[in-house]
Nanobody, 125 residues
């Protein structure tokens, strides 16, 4: 069974930092882009960041540019997202996902085939 497992979430004060990890099992990561999405209570799931299959390109939603950094480690089958200068509006469940092979914008949920179950990030003011 394919698994993507997120970890690293938690409670942090505004201005603090967290690093999320997403580790895969029974799936190849290095053939597709990886992305992070988030969903806050009462809101739709939204794109946060993505990284191309080889790590050569990264993509971010405007609200996290300069604060979040996505990276990947093929040998460890893990994708990371370093989050700094966190804000209360970053509070959400964060999901990692593996895209379908091929090119894309990587910013839309429909481009992703495999999803983790999410990790909660709560930023207090």
């Amino acid at each position: 069974q394919v698994q993507l497992v997120e970890s690293g979430g938690g409670l942090v004060q505004a201005g603090g930092s967290l690093t999320l990890s997403c580790t895969a099992s029974r799936i190849t990561l290095d053939v597709a882009a990886m992305g992070w999405f988030r969903q806050a209570p009462g809101k739709e799931r939204e794109f946060v960041a993505a990284i191309s299959w080889n790590g050569g390109s990264t993509y971010y939603t405007d609200s996290v540019k300069g604060r979040f950094t996505i990276t990947r480690d093929g040998a460890k089958k893990t994708v990371y997202m370093q989050m700094s200068r966190l804000k209360p509006e970053d509070t959400a469940v964060y999901y990692c996902a593996r895209s379908r092979p091929g090119r894309g914008t990587y910013s839309m949920s429909v481009e992703y085939k495999f999803w983790g179950k999410g990790t909660q990030v709560t930023v207090s003011s």
